[in-house]
């Protein structure tokens, strides 16, 4: 239905958010949407960042390169990689000489990023190309009488200018509505 994606994993679902990546997995299949594991990526630099920015660059250009690679667009399911991989783009998209310096290292391990990939959080996938709609129509299960709480992490809309106007990053919506249904005065 919409099509296939990378699904970028990052250091931190394989150990400790495994339920995200296999729930990601089964409403992918029942979405129709194709997710590809992409051999070789690795983290996506965040922790680098603090303590050199380069390095952190080069670890999330090196992924966004294998995917480029690939002819995929990258799905995230960490909000910090989702944060990361997209900066990084943003940056290297905007800024030549960064481009020609990354492309210079990255040339070391036959890699070369090219700014043609897109990346995005799962949820925004399923927000955006799904739908709210189908989305509740695939629901199984009541959640009327489940209590729970959404969080959307704090890279999911911030730096809010990198994610071309999605969502309100003051009053998000794109993960209360497909769950809520207008039970709280908030949901439009």
């Not at 992409?38 to 660059?57: R, T």
């Not at 690939?70 to 900066?87: F, K, P």
């Not at 030549?96 to 990346?119: C, F, I, M, P, S």
């Not at 709480?149 to 106007?165: I, V």
Request: hydrophobic share 40%; glycine share 6%; aromatic share 10%.
């Amino acid at each position: 239905m919409t099509g296939q994606y990378a699904l970028y994993l990052g250091c931190t679902v394989p150990v400790r958010g495994m339920n995200y990546e296999m729930s990601a997995r089964r409403v992918s299949e029942r979405l129709g949407v194709e997710l590809i594991d992409i051999d070789g990526f690795s983290c996506c630099g965040f922790p680098a960042k603090p303590l050199d920015w380069q390095a952190g660059l080069l670890m999330a250009a090196r992924n966004l390169a294998l995917a480029e690679a690939q002819g995929l667009d990258i799905l995230t399911l960490c909000s910090a990689c989702t944060g990361t991989l997209t900066e990084a783009n943003h940056r290297l998209k905007e800024d030549a000489k960064l481009r020609a310096w990354t492309n210079e290292q990255l040339a070391d391990l036959d890699h070369v990023y090219k700014g043609t990939v897109r990346v995005r959080h799962f949820a925004r996938m399923l927000y955006e190309e799904v739908g709210v709609k189908r989305l509740r129509e695939e629901v199984t299960v009541n959640l009327a009488d489940f209590k729970f709480a959404l969080h959307y992490g704090c890279h999911y809309l911030k730096p809010s200018h990198l994610y071309d106007g999605f969502d309100d990053p003051e009053n998000p919506q794109s993960l209360d509505r497909p769950v809520l249904r207008r039970r709280h005065p908030w949901i439009r």
